[in-house]
T-cell receptor
Framework: GENVEQHPSTLSVQEGDSAVIKCTYS??????FPWYKQELGKRPQLIID?????GEKKDQRIAVTLNKTAKHFSLHITETQPEDSAVYFC???????????FGRGTSLIVHP | EPEVTQTPSHQVTQMGQEVILHCVPI?????FYWYRQILGQKVEFLVS????????KSEIFDDQFSVERPDGSNFTLKIRSTKLEDSAMYFC????????????FGPGTRLTVT
């Protein structure tokens, strides 16, 4: 089955800095890669996703890049703000029935 | 904006008891999921449900677990004979069709087994 590795487990940045979280996956059939943000005690919320037919996608301060050859994808947050502090999960899966495999999460702390 | 809802928000039960967790998916969605998240750990897939039957399940989803869609709106997860290690947050999610992969998560039910 799919195996998703996520790094780092904790990321501490100053407000205004950029943050990068990286994930690798093992199943070359995976074609859908969402990123979820989970605030303490809340539900995971999708913040951005990418499909395997594109290499990059951007939404305001958030971008995701995908390298299918190397089987890795990354989340980039620019101009971080304290409200970006949360746990971020990457996931990978095959579209259709789509059963995502989640990474272990990155706790992002943005210091004001 | 429509949302997935779950009840109860917190369930405390004794070891060996049965619990039923309730979910109301978004009304026009056709794929339904249950996930588990042990405190401080990643989200783990339990089961997916489509067309009134289980479409996939993980190795976590053993005979202790069952799912049901008793009517046109509810989607339930039953855990028989709960164990201490079943203590976790349980999330329900639903998804539409037509190439839309995004899953919408409910707020979760925190299950505490004592």
């Amino acid at each position: 089955g799919e195996n998703v590795e996520q790094h780092p487990s904790t990321l501490s940045v100053q407000e205004g800095d950029s943050a990068v979280i990286k994930c690798t996956y093992s199943d070359s059939a995976s074609n859908y890669f969402p990123w979820y943000k989970q605030e303490l005690g809340k539900r995971p919320q999708l913040i951005i996703d990418i499909r395997s037919n594109v290499g990059e996608k951007k939404d305001q301060r958030i971008a995701v890049t995908l390298n299918k050859t190397a089987k890795h994808f990354s989340l980039h947050i620019t101009e971080t703000q304290p409200e970006d502090s949360a746990v971020y999960f990457c996931a990978a899966g095959v579209g259709g029935s789509y059963i995502p495999t989640f990474g272990r999460g990155t706790s992002l702390i943005v210091h004001p | 904006e429509p949302e997935v809802t779950q009840t109860p928000s917190h369930q405390v039960t004794q070891m060996g008891q049965e619990v039923i967790l309730h979910c109301v998916p978004i009304s026009n969605h056709l794929y339904f999921y249950w996930y588990r998240q042990i405190l401080g750990q990643k989200v783990e897939f339990l089961v997916s449900f489509y067309n009134n039957e289980i479409s996939e399940k993980s190795e976590i989803f053993d005979d202790q677990f069952s799912v049901e869609r008793p009517d046109g709106s509810n989607f339930t997860l039953k855990i028989r004979s709960t164990k201490l290690e079943d203590s976790a947050m349980y999330f329900c999610a639903s998804r539409g069709t037509g190439g839309f992969y995004e899953q919408y998560f409910g707020p979760g039910t925190r299950l505490t087994v004592t």
